[in-house]
């Protein structure tokens, strides 16, 4: 595996890119979700692109315009359309073997490819999607970011309902180890209606309406962005992977062999 640093440009501006090169005319693209550099949350999306290529896959990574060594004003994941498609661009310039491109997102860098309507990529997989609108605007000094958010009603249901089989759990209760007065917030929550879906993720639902190549959506089953995404999304929908007991980064052993799996797939298709 050889592994090159660079630069290209977006709209004027100079982006840095990372990319891992193999032999097959299919490649990786990861988008990074959040403000996170290209290597990932603790070197996560660096490591996951030496696996790939040495499957033998090429793979490009980028910082986005304002994050990491990239320059220009940080828009936020929403105004980053140009950003994947230069980054696409500069990925078949450097890899001009490329026939088809994979683009792959966790958190709002899901989110990204989806309001892009795939931003030129061939094949899309995306991981535990944002979709909760920001609670204020972004600005240059202080871009949108993803908060923590409450888990939805129908996820607290199933939560609730799993715990009433489990004898810990329920030996807990009975034995005043559990905070009472925040059971029955969690309760009453858990007894409303789930929200109608945002503005953000009825925009993201048509950005890959019409997105031609296929399309993987993987869910962290532990992870509350992804238990809200599916709260108001087709359950039946195909498309849908759920990783066991995994958090919203696959850190965990099994889960990270399961995304690499999972992308390996779509990259043989």
């Excluded at 929908?237 to 062999?257: G, K, M, N, W, Y």
Aim: one cysteine or more; aromatic letters at 6%; proline letters at 7%.
């Amino acid at each position: 595996m050889t592994r090159r640093y660079f630069t290209f440009s977006c709209k004027g501006t100079m982006l840095a890119g990372t990319v891992d090169l193999a032999p097959a005319t299919t490649g990786l693209l990861i988008v990074s979700g959040g403000n996170e550099v290209r290597s990932g949350p603790w070197q996560s999306q660096a490591l996951l692109a030496e696996r790939i290529a040495a499957a033998g896959f090429p793979v490009l990574r980028f910082d986005r315009r304002g994050v990491g060594d990239s320059e220009g004003q940080n828009t936020g994941f929403a105004g980053s359309a140009d950003d994947i498609a230069a980054a696409l661009r500069a990925f078949r310039s450097h890899v001009p073997t490329l026939k088809r491109v994979v683009a792959f997102g966790n958190c709002d860098g899901a989110s990204a490819l989806m309001l892009a309507g795939g931003g030129g990529a061939d094949a899309l997989v995306v991981a535990n999607p944002w979709t909760f609108e920001p609670e204020t605007p972004a600005t240059e000094d202080a871009p949108s970011t993803p908060e923590p958010t409450p888990m939805p009603p129908s996820v607290l249901r199933r939560h609730y309902l799993k715990r009433l089989t489990d004898p810990r759990a329920v030996w807990r209760l009975l034995t005043g180890k559990v905070a009472v007065g925040q059971l029955a917030g969690s309760l009453a929550q858990a007894a409303k209606a789930d929200a109608a879906p945002t503005s953000l993720a009825r925009e993201m639902a048509e950005g890959i309406a019409a997105f031609p190549g296929p399309v993987t959506i993987l869910l962290a089953e532990r992870d509350r962005t992804a238990q809200a995404f599916r709260a108001n999304w087709d359950k039946s929908d195909p498309r849908l992977r759920t990783c066991p007991d995994a958090t919203h980064s696959f850190v965990e052993p099994q889960a990270r062999i399961w995304l690499q799996g999972q992308l390996l797939a779509a990259l043989r298709a």
